[in-house]
């Protein structure tokens, strides 16, 4: 499985590698720093799932969600974000995210999102 992740908070990105790895042996994790970098991997390389920070340096995750819908639309993403699912899940539902987690719960769930995700559902 070739998971892309992208924050611009590296602790963030190697707890999240960690996290997955531990439950997801298999995962080839690829980490990325920003929206450009984020971008530029998704459109010249195969991912199964991309999980992005919603505020990033460059673009922000919304705008690199959309720019993701209109070039791959069956691929999957994960929009994390620090703030809490009532300021942001709806709005990335309906942009095309295939699920929001907010960061404060990332340890716990972030598996089962995955999972989720991955078996073709929404999740928030």
């Known amino acids: 499985m070739r ?10 990105r190697r ?12 995962a080839n994790i690829v980490e990325v720093a920003d929206a450009d970098e984020l971008m530029d991997r998704v459109m010249h390389e195969p991912w199964d799932l991309v999980i992005s920070d919603i505020s990033m340096p460059g673009s922000s995750g919304l705008e690199v969600l959309q720019q993701i819908r209109r070039n791959f639309p069956n691929l999957p993403v ?11 899940a709806a709005r990335v539902l309906k942009a095309g995210a295939s699920g929001y987690l907010n960061k404060e ?20």
């Open 3 to 12: 998971i892309l992740l992208a924050d611009d908070h590296a602790v963030v």
């Open 15 to 26: 707890t999240l590698r960690l996290i997955i790895t531990e439950e997801i042996m298999t």
């Open 78 to 88: 994960l929009i994390l974000s620090a703030s809490p699912k009532e300021q942001y």
């Open 105 to 124: 719960a990332a340890g716990d769930e972030l598996v089962n999102a995955i999972h989720c995700i991955l078996s073709g559902n929404k999740y928030i």
